[in-house]
């Protein structure tokens, strides 16, 4: 344990075909990171306890807090994609949760000013939406969904030569496959600064977010150039100072323009 030990220095000489490998690698990350960006977004004005006490769960108001952005900024709803464990199984990964469902929809239209629903109507809205998309979360953890079901379907088609079926010819069908708002949980504080989650369509955008006890933070991710970026971000903003005032029982529709 005593004997010294000598070091000797490597020199790497990279040459010929790796280095022109080196240098392809090195431009492609650059266009990668300079047409891609990020955004950390923090609401300090909730979190998960009050969610509670409102009698909702926290991750529904979490993902309408998107939706109502997504409708604010461009006035429909596009296919959502929120990631669903399902390790309950033997070899199990993830399940689609379709967070953007009737209800949800039906609620962001309702905050809008000119909507006639009333603090009241809201409120009761958006009990409907946690309803809703616990039962889908449950469906999803429970093998129930149906986005890796029409996977498998597809690819085992395939794989025995067959041709599209006529299901993934459908225009709902591409309408559905094409999501616009990527999103998914962490499940521990320590973890809110650090997890991006990736947009998958060049409009569209990433949400890796987490409600804390006492805060919501996402960190917004889209590739570049995307002309409503800094709108949904304001939008995250304004979503959720009016689930608040709901929150408090209080009427938004009067206290602010929309």
Known sequence: GGEKCEVERVEVRVEGEVRDDLEA????????????????FVYEGFGKEDIKKFGMSPDSVSQFIF????????????????????????????????????????????????????????????????????????????????????????????????????????????????????????????????????AVSPQGFGLGYLMDKSQFGAAVTCYLPNDYYNSYFDNLGSACEDIRAVIQGKNFKESRKI
């Open 25 to 40: 690698a090195k431009k492609s990350f650059e266009h990668a990171a300079a047409t891609y960006d990020l955004k950390p």
């Open 67 to 198: 939706q109502l952005a997504q409708w604010r900024t461009f006035g429909y709803f596009v296919g959502t994609y929120e990631s669903c464990s399902t390790a309950a199984f033997r070899s199990g990964r993830t399940e689609t949760i379709r967070s953007c469902s009737n209800e949800m929809a039906a609620t962001a239209q309702a905050f809008d000013a000119t909507n006639p629903a009333t603090l009241e109507d809201i409120t009761s809205l958006l009990k409907g939406v946690s309803q809703k998309h616990v039962t889908l979360c449950r469906e999803a953890a429970g093998g129930m969904g149906f986005d890796r079901h029409f996977f498998g379907l597809r690819y085992l088609n395939k794989t025995e030569g067959g041709g599209d079926l006529e299901v993934f010819q459908d225009p709902n069908w591409e309408t559905m496959g094409n999501i616009r708002l990527s999103t998914s949980t962490v499940g521990a504080p320590c973890l809110r600064d650090f997890l991006c989650f990736g």
